[in-house]
Every structure is written in structure tokens, then in C-alpha cells.
T-cell receptor
Framework: GENVEQHPSTLSVQEGDSAVIKCTYS??????FPWYKQELGKGPQLIID?????GEKKDQRIAVTLNKTAKHFSLHITETQPEDSAVYFC???????????FGAGTRLFVKA | DVKVTQSSRYLVKRTGEKVFLECVQD?????MFWYRQDPGLGLRLIYF???????EKGDIPEGYSVSREKKERFSLILESASTNQTSMYLC???????????FGPGTRLTVL
């Protein structure tokens, strides 16, 4: 079955710096790659996603890149702010099925 | 966006008790999921349902059952709670048109 590895598990950056979180997956049939942000006491919330026919997607300070050949995708946050502090999860789905596989999560700390 | 509500934010139960966790969505989506979230393990799928009265086991169904009598409501049942079921439980609803998962706020269950 699909396996998703996420790195790093913890990331600390200074306000204004960039943060990068990487995920690798194993199933080449996977074609949908969302990223979720989970703030303290809340459920995860979708922040950006990318499909396999696209290599990069950007939404303001957040971008996701996908390398299908190498089976990895990354979340990039630029100009980080304290409110970006949260746990971030990558996920992988083959849209022909039901199961989304999640990475173990990255706890991001943005220091003011 | 889909609104997903869960019956309790915090719950404390004793070993051997029967526990009901309820999830309600405000849209008409077929696919609903129950996950448990533990530190370092990410989100693990317990059960999912793709229609009323339909259910499928996820990766860790042991000790749990589910009920989907109405489309908007998906219940997770712990028949006889045990201490190793102490966890955060998250319900999610998937939009079949976008593949996006919408999560509820979570129920933090403690079994003493």
C-alpha cells in the first residue's frame, strides 16, 4: 500500500524567513496531494493542494511543488509570520479510491 | 465550505464503558471518515462510509464500530473502552467533486 514520509518532524524559523516541508510517497498511481494545517485545538484545514498534472501551485505566501518522477512534493511558506505556527500534514490520494494517506506531521514554530 | 460538527470536544470515560462519538455534516456528501490522531503517528483511518448504511474498515478498526443511518450523521462506537483508546478522534467529510477533506474540531477522549 501507499506509504508517506514527511520531514522534518519539527521546524523552527525566524519570522520573515521561509519554511520548507517535504514529503515522499511510494505509489505512482497517487494523483492528488493536499496539505493541511492544524492549529491548537482545531481539526486540520486544507491550505493548498496539487494534482498530478501540475508541477507547481502558488497561493499568496504558500506554494506546493510536485516531482512525480521522484515521488516527492514540498510545501513552501515564504515570509513566515507567528500565526503560521501550527502542525502541517501532507497527504496523498489516488482519486480512484477512498483512502487518503497522511504524513506524520511537521510542527512549525515561527519565532517573532 | 462544509461544516462538520462533533458531539463533544472533551470526553472522559472509564474502562469498559460504551462510548458514542457523533459527527454531523451540513452538506449532502456521501463520504465520511473517522480518524484517530496520536503524536508522531499522524492520522490513522478507523472506518469510513461512502453512503447510508455502508461502511468499510480502515487501517485500525479493532475495538471500534460505526453507524450511518442518515446521510448527514456518522457515529463511531467504542463497545468497551480501553485505556489504549485514549486519543484525539477526528471526523472528516469528503467532497467527491474536489477530493477535499473537511475535518471537524475533534474529540479528545480520555479513558481512565
Amino acid at each position: 500500500g501507499e506509504n508517506v514520509e514527511q520531514h522534518p518532524s519539527t521546524l523552527s524559523v525566524q519570522e520573515g524567513d521561509s519554511a520548507v516541508i517535504k514529503c515522499t510517497y511510494s505509489d505512482s498511481a497517487s494523483n492528488y496531494f493536499p496539505w493541511y494545517k492544524q492549529e491548537l485545538g482545531k481539526g486540520p484545514q486544507l491550505i493548498i493542494d496539487i494534482r498530478s498534472n501540475v508541477g507547481e501551485k502558488k497561493d499568496q505566501r504558500i506554494a506546493v511543488t510536485l516531482n512525480k518522477t521522484a515521488k516527492h512534493f514540498s510545501l513552501h511558506i515564504t515570509e513566515t509570520q507567528p500565526e503560521d505556527s501550527a502542525v502541517y500534514f501532507c497527504a496523498v490520494l489516488n482519486t480512484g479510491g477512498f483512502k487518503t494517506i497522511f504524513g506524520a506531521g511537521t510542527r512549525l514554530f515561527v519565532k517573532a | 465550505d462544509v461544516k462538520v460538527t462533533q458531539s463533544s470536544r472533551y470526553l472522559v470515560k472509564r474502562t469498559g464503558e460504551k462510548v458514542f462519538l457523533e459527527c454531523v455534516q451540513d452538506m449532502d456528501h456521501e463520504n465520511m471518515f473517522w480518524y484517530r490522531q496520536d503524536p508522531g503517528l499522524g492520522l490513522r483511518l478507523i472506518y469510513f462510509s461512502y453512503d447510508v448504511k455502508m461502511k468499510e474498515k480502515g487501517d485500525i478498526p479493532e475495538g471500534y464500530s460505526v453507524s450511518r443511518e442518515k446521510k448527514e450523521r456518522f457515529s463511531l462506537i467504542l463497545e468497551s473502552a480501553s485505556t489504549n483508546q485514549t486519543s484525539m478522534y477526528l471526523c472528516a467529510v469528503v467532497s467527491s467533486s474536489t477530493d477535499t477533506q473537511y475535518f471537524g474540531p475533534g474529540t479528545r477522549l480520555t479513558v481512565l
